[in-house]
């Protein structure tokens, strides 16, 4: 559940939104995005600051993700619809958006598809990475057997 931030008047401080977590759940406009979001495996962390009916995301890329920021970033860009509009820190492998809640749809589904566009490039790399891998170990054979053949019939040849 999110309360809107409010003054509290006996503490004298401000008291930003409080969530209620459930799993497995997806989002609509004016609920909690850091719940939904948090939920994508691309992100270690996600939080949200709401005000008035914007919000300010703030997603912290997953450990395993992080030497992959340049490609997530890559991702966004190119696909990302011209209303929404990220900052990224690199040092930090943060990506932050401000935006409206009626737009959260848009979000999720956007770095929903970026997920899963991640995990088969990275997948597209290993598979090619064996493929190279293999083709330069049939070069070498190819090279030695030929060399082999060429040495069998040059001494037959000087015989």
Request: no cysteine; aromatic share 10%.
């Amino acid at each position: 559940m999110v309360s809107p931030a409010h003054i509290d008047d006996q503490k004298q401080y401000l008291v930003l939104a409080e969530e209620e977590t459930t799993p497995n759940r997806t989002i609509s406009a004016g609920e909690s995005v850091a719940t939904g979001l948090s939920e994508n495996e691309l992100f270690g962390n996600v939080s949200a600051f709401y005000y008035n009916d914007r919000v300010r995301i703030t997603f912290h890329v997953a450990e395993k993700f992080k030497p992959d920021f340049s490609l997530i970033r890559g991702l966004i860009e190119f696909n990302r619809p011209r209303n929404l509009m990220f900052t990224y820190d690199r040092h930090a492998a943060s990506v932050s958006i401000d935006l409206e809640k009626d737009r959260l749809a848009n979000l999720d589904g956007l770095l929903t598809n970026v997920y899963s566009w991640l995990v088969k490039e990275k997948l597209f790399r290993k598979v090619l990475r064996t493929v190279i891998e293999f083709e330069k170990h049939y070069q070498q054979e190819r090279d030695r057997i030929y060399n082999i053949l060429n040495n069998t019939t040059v001494a037959v040849v000087t015989v």
